[in-house]
């Protein structure tokens, strides 16, 4: 039987199981029966059954509600966003002269930091506190954890420090929640310094501080502090899990430095820590960034030896390396190899094989791919347009480019830089000065900050067009509007007036560029 299966007869059972409860003459007098079966579902996130089971329940004048039956609506409630009805409950809860628990609490608090009203949330403890009432750790925990979720990491320290030893004592996930949140916003300084007065008031660190930590150095690319971490928790008798080990390796292989993430795997499984797909996929990723990728394709291909299922981020991994070093045909048979395992490719996925396709001049067959994204409800991106954007100006198909650029338009999507930088090298290249003209002029009365790139395009439009007053009044106008003339402005404007013999004015630019320490 599957686990689908299960679940619903599971679901069934229990809801079978009330019915007969509810239908026994006499019906049981106490809730306990009914609480059991009711707490059943929650468990199992059936919580639509378990509020209509309950009002059910309330038709029953003979079977009286207590605060662990009210509490276990409330969840319900709060677990599908009716956070008004929680509060419903909770004034019954009052009314009936009930003394609500932390649990009421936490779970009244929990319902609204997961829709992210933390303003209310945060409202709501201020009042129940003058109020009288106690908040435990996982209430606290609640709230703090909401305030990270929404990249409120200050304001979550800030509650920290105003309940420690005053409204409760702060436990290791209140540290770790909010050292995580720091560490993810690349605030490893203040991370650290947290961790180190947790550890001054004996808290005891775990697995997740760690980890947490430990992320947080790779990503600033501290990875020798990382080690040390590690290290650390080794001393500590902490076991490192296999996302600690991934965090490393990941950080390793990002770094190009593939020898030393090997070495980190070797002692993973030293420790009888078996590699999980996303070990193999960050190992597969740094020897494609390295081109290794015939490396990346052993790998691939020795996943199922090791008892890992190749899943979407695997196969865009391989199928991207392979678009990378011109193997189309090899990222083609894996992409349709993925649908014969019925492995659904991603906007990552088909953008890969597009841009692949595209450098390759096969752009009828990129934009199929495009059709076949919308079909499978996979939607394109600028990424995904930009390269057909940039194929279609190669093979000078200028026309079409501006047809897709109007279609994309259409479609809501933002276009960026690099797709008007696509386009204004095409107009140039293919002949059509006057149009990237009025392209380039439109971005700048749009208001858009356009780089060197885009400049040095024009400036090499207007130079191989021998309009060299233009070329020349565009670079003094560039600084104008922040962007810096370059070595390559320069040279493009050097190498096009000596060709047509304007030594003079060459020259000029050449002492210029000398001074400038550009050459």
Not at 267 to 274: G, L, T, V
Request: aromatic share 10%; proline share 2%.
């Amino acid at each position: 039987m599957s686990l689908r299966r299960l679940y619903s007869q599971f679901h069934d059972d229990l809801v079978s199981s009330f019915n007969f409860l509810l239908s026994q003459n006499p019906t049981p007098s106490t809730i306990i029966q009914f609480a059991k079966i009711l707490g059943s579902l929650v468990k199992a996130k059936h919580y639509s059954t378990a509020v209509s089971l309950y009002r059910q329940l309330e038709l029953n004048r003979g079977i009286k509600s207590d605060l662990v039956t009210l509490n276990i609506w409330i969840n319900c409630f709060s677990q599908l966003g009716h956070n008004s009805l929680s509060f419903s409950i909770f004034a019954n809860i009052l009314k009936k002269g009930y003394q609500p628990d932390a649990i009421t609490l936490t779970t009244i608090i929990k319902g609204l930091c997961l829709k992210g009203e933390l303003h209310e949330a945060l409202h709501f403890h201020d009042k129940v506190v003058a109020q009288g009432f106690h908040l435990d750790q996982v209430c606290y925990g609640t709230l703090i954890n909401g305030l990270c979720k929404v990249g409120k990491t200050r304001e979550a320290l800030q509650l920290l420090r105003q309940v420690d030893g005053k409204l409760v004592q702060p436990n290791v996930v209140m540290y770790n929640t909010i050292i995580d949140s720091m560490c993810k916003g690349k605030l490893i300084n203040e991370a650290f310094d947290l961790y180190s007065k947790m550890v001054a008031k004996r808290i005891s660190s775990d697995v997740f501080t760690y980890n947490s930590l430990i992320y947080g150095f790779c990503v600033v690319g501290e990875l020798k502090d990382a080690i040390g971490l590690f290290n650390k928790m080794i001393l500590e008798n902490i076991n490192p899990n296999v996302h600690t080990f991934n965090i490393l390796v990941d950080a390793f292989c990002k770094e190009g430095k593939l020898k030393e993430a090997k070495n980190v795997i070797a002692a993973m499984m030293k420790k009888s820590i078996k590699p999980n797909d996303f070990t193999f996929i960050s190992l597969m990723d740094g020897y494609c960034l390295v081109n290794d990728v015939c490396k990346a394709n052993d790998i691939f291909n020795s996943m199922a030896q090791m008892g890992v299922v190749s899943n979407v981020y695997s196969y865009t991994i391989m199928i991207n390396g392979f678009c990378k070093i011109k193997m189309v045909e090899k990222a083609v048979n894996l992409f349709q190899e993925m649908h014969h395992k019925n492995i659904i490719p991603d906007t990552i996925t088909y953008s890969s094989l597009i841009d692949g396709l595209c450098k390759f001049g096969r752009i009828s067959y990129a934009l199929e791919l495009v059709e076949e994204m919308h079909d499978r409800c996979q939607p394109p991106n600028i990424i995904t347009y930009n390269s057909i954007l940039d194929a279609l100006c190669k093979n000078n198909h200028l026309d079409k480019a501006i047809v897709l650029l109007k279609k994309i338009k259409e479609k809501g999507i933002q276009l960026d830089m690099f797709s008007y930088n696509i386009l204004i090298n095409g107009m140039c290249k293919g002949g059509r000065l006057e149009d990237a003209q009025k392209v380039f002029e439109d971005l700048l009365v749009k208001g858009y900050t356009l780089d060197i790139y885009t400049y040095n395009t024009m400036i090499n439009g207007f130079c191989n067009k021998g309009l060299f007053d233009e070329a020349l009044t565009m670079m003094s106008q560039m600084e104008d509007y922040g962007c810096i003339p370059n070595a390559i402005t320069y040279e493009i404007l050097i190498l096009s007036l000596f060709k047509e013999n304007e030594n003079d004015e060459a020259e000029k630019l050449l002492r210029e560029m000398i001074a400038r320490g550009l050459l």
